[in-house]
Each structure stands twice: as C-alpha cells, then as structure tokens.
C-alpha cells in the first residue's frame, strides 16, 4: 500500500503538470482548506469516507496534499518557472523514479511467488511404506550412494516412464547427489 506522501506526490506530480503559478496557489489553497476539513471530520468521529477502511488515511493524504503542492509552488518560485513541469522538478522525479523501482520489485516479488505456488501445485509429497525386502533393497542403494532413502525414491521417480500400453518401468541407473 502507498504512504499519504506517496499517493500525494504522484497526484501532484500528474495534476500540477504545465500549471501556472496561480493555478498552483489555489492548489495550496484547496488542500489546506480540504486538510483542516478531514482533520474536523476526524476529530468529530464522522465517517470520512463509506470506502475509506482507515479513518485518518484521508486526512493523512490531504496533510500530504499541501505540503506538496507547498513544495511544488516554492519551487517554482524559487527557479522561477513560469508553469510547473514534472520533469524539470528533480526532487520529484527522484521520488517517482524510487516510486516505480518499488513498484516493480514488488511485481516481480508477486510474479515469483506466484510461479512458485504453481510449481507446488504441480509437485507430489506422498509417504510410502514399503515392505521389508524392497525397504533393505533401497536402503542398501541409498547408503551406497550417500543419500538419505527418500531421496533415492525421488530419483527413482524422476526416471519413470510409462510405456504406451501403460506399463511402468524405470531404466537402470545409479542414484547420485
């Protein structure tokens, strides 16, 4: 989930794109104004918002609202631009840029966890138990091999094949690390 600040700042970046510094004033305006109203609706217990979860979230985000748009408009005054421009703003776009690797990582962290839940899917966990005499034969294979006894199962899965009649066999091999 996006902090306030977040979600104020690519507002501001997407709203505030080519306005002049009037424009920009009565921004700062309307956020204070919309900030000392969320904080009152908040101090009264009212509802803020019937899809709102979090009651102080607007008021956060409206907190955050001015002191960007507060930024924006001293930075424009300070380099004397005539109407903002997101991409001259490095502040900003360090922000946005931050914004957009975070964005990212966290697609690809969900994409991965997602391949990873499919791959279990797809993954069989059995318990087996066998009788004494095939229980000794791999026994025997996996101390050979230096392997714990499921793990020669394992093996001995992975070269399965089913002929086209259905039968089952598995070509021989030495079970290894």
């Given at each position: 989930m996006w902090s306030a600040?977040?979600?104020?700042?690519?507002?501001?970046?997407?709203?505030g794109k080519g306005l002049d510094m009037a424009a920009v004033t009565e921004k700062v305006t309307e956020a204070a104004a919309r900030e000392r109203e969320t904080a009152e609706q908040l101090r009264r217990g009212g509802p803020l918002s019937e899809f709102e979860t979090d009651p102080e979230r607007p008021a956060a985000i409206w907190a955050a609202k001015h002191l960007e748009w507060q930024?924006?408009?001293?930075?424009?005054?300070?380099?004397?631009?005539?109407?903002?421009?997101?991409?001259?703003d490095t502040q900003g776009s360090t922000w946005a840029q931050e914004r957009t690797e975070w964005r990212d990582g966290a697609l690809a962290a969900k994409a991965a966890f997602e391949a990873r839940?499919?791959?279990?899917?797809?993954e069989l966990r059995a318990e087996l138990w066998l009788s004494a005499a095939p229980s000794r034969l791999i026994r025997a294979a996996a101390?050979?091999?230096?392997?714990?006894?499921?793990?020669v199962l394992a093996q001995l899965a992975e070269r399965v094949v089913v002929g086209e009649d259905g039968t089952v066999s598995v070509p021989p091999f030495t079970p290894s690390r």
């Open positions: 600040q977040d979600v104020a700042r690519e507002q501001v970046r997407r709203q930024r924006v408009r001293d930075l424009m005054a300070h380099a004397g631009w005539g109407a903002y421009e997101p991409e001259r839940r499919r791959e279990e899917a797809d101390d050979r091999a230096g392997l714990m006894p499921a793990q």
